[in-house]
């Protein structure tokens, strides 16, 4: 019987996970044609940007903090206490911030999309909508979509400037590393396709959250038990697709040896 269940339950998902394909098909559909609700854009990167921007914050203020405590130690006993601030730039500008902000953000937001428009789709307002002959993705999809485009990557450069602010107080102040060699690290290490790439990342994070968070809310049934049992497969489907997706992206952008850690002297 469970074995029963969990297949239909495979398969339920599978059908939802191909419908927000299609989705994200008609979303480029009604882009290309000009239609942009501007006011919900707005109220949606208000929801997005600044209502998420304090926990984000603080995330990455401990995530930098415990990476230093981490790698510092270790640095220091091979000599290599000048490299921390541009292994931690590295791993947090590659890595840490565009995937950490958007689990936040598929928690918070992603959570608030599937279960605002699962309500509406079961309290029959979605059907309302189309009566009055507006179109779902054009008033309720595309708004929330180009808001999590747009605002995770400037979270995602918000939470790196602070992932940095937080391992150098554990550098210096716990490791007696010097700020300016913490600093000076940073910056030899980062180029700018380390910082391109992950306003990419984030961008494609975004887009991924936003469409399954809309489309789990608006393929719900079953009443509140329906909108409860959507919201969480969103938030799970979304982190499942930001750690899938972030292999392929790593591997595309920095395939072959690199020169980021090569140090002059060395």
Known sequence: ???TTDKSSLGEWSQRLLAAIFLGGQVIVHLIKGKIHRRNILEQMAEVGPDSLFIALVTAVFVGAVFTIQVARE??????????????????????SPVLTAVILAGRVGSAFAAEIGTMRV???IDALLVLKTDPIDYLVIPRILACCLMLPILTLLSLVTGMMGGLLIAT??????????????RNFLGLWDIVSAMIKACCFGIFIAIIGCNWG?????????????T???????LLVIFISNFFLSWLMFQGPGNSISLPGL
């Open 173 to 186: 102040n716990v490791y007696n590393l010097s700020d300016t060699a913490f600093v000076d690290s940073a």
């Open 218 to 230: 608006l393929t719900t049934t079953g009443g509140a038990k329906g909108v409860g049992q959507s």
């Open 75 to 96: 640095f220091i006993n091979f000599g290599a206490g000048n490299v921390v601030g541009g292994v931690l730039a590295l791993a947090l500008t590659r890595e840490l």
């Open 1 to 3: 019987m469970s074995e």
């Open 123 to 125: 309290t029959e307002q």
């Open 232 to 238: 969480t497969t969103a938030v799970v489907t979304s």
